[in-house]
């Protein structure tokens, strides 16, 4: 049996989802990030690193970074076909979720989430909320090119739209401008069974965009 661990509201949802879309068999552990609990020694003992999500798998060994589990849920799962199996479809779906995690979301959503982390001064934290804002805007312009007029962002639904989920997700709740396409792109991972099988285990409510 694998542990998975999240924080209810945090990325750990995307990872969430490709669990329930390869039909893995797993706990889950919510941690509660109000409580500081990911720096607990309990959590550390797992986690050195005290972030989130991370995964122990059948053989006890510890995966973390959302990308490094992705790619490990796909090729552990190959029925669930959540990557492609070519080379360079392998090293598209590698830049894109490199791009939406290290850009998209590391340099964006963490200072409109967490701009306290940074800065005790209400001003200063105003003007990170301003340029993660900003940085969103030039990420999601990029991801809606990506996109173009297919459902999921390489064609075929993989492991990088449940990194655009998190995000869009995010979104809605922040009240960040989301283009029209990736709404819609929210909205269509919302009929997907195990995007609600996901909110529902992690205690989050569906939220369709506008
Ligand atoms: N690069 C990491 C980012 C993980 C990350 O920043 N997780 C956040 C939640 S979305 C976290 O654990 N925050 C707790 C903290 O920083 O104390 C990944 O891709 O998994």
Not at 96 to 104: F, K, P, T
Request: net charge negative; glycine share 8%; hydrophobic share 50%.
């Amino acid at each position: 049996m694998m542990h998975f661990y999240s924080s209810p509201g945090s990325c750990g949802i995307g990872i969430r989802v490709l669990l329930e879309e390869v039909g893995a068999r797993f706990e889950a552990h919510a941690l509660n990030f109000a409580a500081k609990e990911q720096m607990d020694a309990p959590y550390r003992a797992v986690n050195p690193k005290g972030k989130v999500p991370a995964l122990v798998r059948d053989d006890g060994s510890l995966l973390t970074e959302f990308q490094a589990i992705a790619f490990w849920l796909a090729d552990a799962f190959p029925d669930a076909a959540l990557v492609p199996s070519d080379p360079e479809g392998r090293l598209r779906v590698m830049e894109i979720m490199d791009y939406m995690v290290g850009s998209v979301h590391m340099r964006g959503f963490t200072f409109v989430i967490v701009p306290g982390k940074f800065t005790p001064t209400p001003a200063f934290q105003e003007e990170l909320v301003t340029h993660g804002k900003a940085q969103i805007a030039i990420g999601f312009a990029t991801l809606v090119d990506v996109l173009g007029d297919k459902d999921y962002l390489m064609g075929a639904f993989g492991i990088p739209d449940a990194a655009l989920f998190y995000m869009t997700r995010w979104a809605v709740e922040k009240g960040v401008n989301l283009p029209p396409s990736l709404a819609a792109h929210h909205n269509r991972m919302l009929s997907r069974p195990a995007v609600l099988r996901a909110l529902e285990g992690e205690g989050i409510a569906v939220r369709r965009a506008a």
